[in-house]
C-alpha cells in the first residue's frame, strides 16, 4: 500500500464535505486533481471507499473506517510537526479563541500577524453570543475572548473599537 498524506487528506474532507468539487474548493484544489487523488488513493484498496447512489457521492462502511483512520494519522503528523517546531523554540500548540459577532470582522486582522510570526500555532476561532463566549471563557474551554468589556476578568482594551481580548484569571 502507498498513499500519501495528502492523499489521507482530501479524503478526509472529502468524507466531511460528501461533494468532490467542495472539497476541491475548501483545499484550493482543481476538480479534477481531486478525483485523481483520490482514484488513485481507491487503488490501494481491494473494497470500495465510496459509491454514488442517484447522482450523490457516499462513504461506504469500510470507507467510514478508512476516513477515521486517515484523521487519525493526519492528527499524529501534526503532533509530530508540533514537536518539531517546539524543540525548534516555535511557539505551537492549539489557541482556542471565541468572539461576539462584531469581533469576526476585527479578528484577522489583529491574529494576521501573530498568525506570520507563530505559523505552528494551530488558531481556532469560534463566534457566537455574549453569554457562550462568557461562558466557555469561565469553563477554560478557550484561550482568549473576545467581547464588550467585563468587570470579572482581566481585560486589554484593543484599539478604538472598545473590544476588549480577556483570558480568565
Not at 12 to 35: D, G, Y
Not at 106 to 111: E, G, Q, R, V
Not at 148 to 165: D, E, G, Q, T, V
Amino acid at each position: 500500500m502507498k498513499y500519501t498524506l495528502h492523499q489521507l487528506e482530501i479524503f478526509v474532507r472529502l468524507s466531511r464535505t460528501l461533494s468532490v468539487t467542495q472539497t476541491a474548493e475548501e483545499l484550493n484544489l482543481s476538480q479534477p486533481a481531486v478525483s485523481i487523488q483520490l482514484k488513485n488513493f481507491q487503488s490501494n484498496f481491494a473494497i470500495p471507499l465510496t459509491e454514488i447512489v442517484h447522482k450523490r457521492l457516499y462513504l461506504t462502511e469500510f470507507g467510514k473506517t478508512v476516513a477515521l483512520k486517515a484523521a487519525e494519522v493526519l492528527r499524529s503528523t501534526e503532533g509530530v510537526n508540533q514537536c518539531l517546531a517546539a524543540y525548534q523554540g516555535e511557539i505551537t500548540g492549539p489557541l482556542r479563541i471565541s468572539t461576539v459577532s462584531t469581533g469576526k470582522y476585527i479578528a484577522p486582522y489583529l491574529l494576521a500577524p501573530y498568525i506570520k510570526q507563530h505559523p505552528s500555532v494551530d488558531i481556532s476561532l469560534n463566534v457566537s453570543n455574549k453569554s457562550t463566549v462568557l461562558q466557555e471563557l469561565t469553563g477554560n474551554e478557550i484561550d482568549l475572548a473576545s467581547y464588550r468589556s467585563s468587570p470579572n476578568f482581566a481585560s486589554k482594551s484593543m484599539y478604538s473599537w472598545r473590544m476588549n481580548l480577556c483570558w480568565s484569571v
